[in-house]
């Protein structure tokens, strides 16, 4: 399976994962697409983009093709619990 097919096949689960399944999945998607994070750190205030820019921003210094990697090995681990 390629990166973008478990994108694409994630995207398609019947159940949502839990919020912290989730930012599994967005953090390697970002660093795998983007690369390390380049934003600023967001306010305290707002919890979902804090939780989102910690997802992101724990992989730093990890190759894209290392976070495509990971990130399928995520798909695989709860694509029996969601697909």
């Known amino acids: 399976m390629d990166f973008h ?23 390697l998607y970002k660093q795998a697409t983007v690369g390390d994070c ?14 989102k820019f910690d997802a992101w921003n724990q992989h730093k210094g990890m190759s894209q093709d290392a ?3 990971a990130y399928i090995g995520v798909y695989q681990k709860y694509a029996p619990k969601y697909a």
Request: hydrophobic fraction near 40%; aromatic fraction near 10%.
């Open 5 to 27: 097919t478990a994108c694409e096949k994630a995207k398609a689960f019947t159940k949502k994962p839990t919020d912290s399944e989730f930012l599994e999945f967005y953090g």
């Open 38 to 51: 380049n934003i600023g750190k967001p306010s305290a205030i707002d919890l979902t983009a804090k939780a």
């Open 67 to 69: 976070a495509k990697a």
